[in-house]
């Protein structure tokens, strides 16, 4: 079993790989004020980044509503390899 989940885990690592968008130098993310939380079962999204017409995109930072059995954001990141940089996209833990 413990095989078969690495295997797993290493396909689908592969197929992420050929996924990303690669830049040179990536972009720094706009200053904002936080706005007060709507309530106190909101989670804060921070900024994350999309690619749009060739280059990634800021999407800013809000409150939202975690999915039904999920409780923590877990934020993006910026990875970096010979490539160049890439988004590596949050997700909800």
């Known amino acids: 079993m ?13 197929v992420n790989a050929q996924d990303h968008n690669y830049v040179k ?3 720094a993310a706009h200053v904002r004020a936080r706005p007060a939380r709507p309530s106190p079962n909101h989670v804060w999204v921070g900024t994350e980044w999309n690619w749009s ?3 990634y995109a ?3 930072g809000h409150w939202d509503l975690p999915p039904q ?3 923590v954001w877990v934020a993006g990141r ?4 010979s490539k160049g940089s890439y988004w590596v996209a949050g997700h909800w833990g």
């Open 78 to 81: 910026w990875g970096r390899n």
């Open 53 to 55: 017409n060739g280059a």
């Open 2 to 14: 413990t095989l078969l989940s690495a295997g797993m885990l290493l396909m689908v690592n592969g």
């Open 25 to 27: 130098v990536h972009p």
């Open 69 to 71: 059995g999920h409780k």
């Open 58 to 60: 800021e999407v800013p």
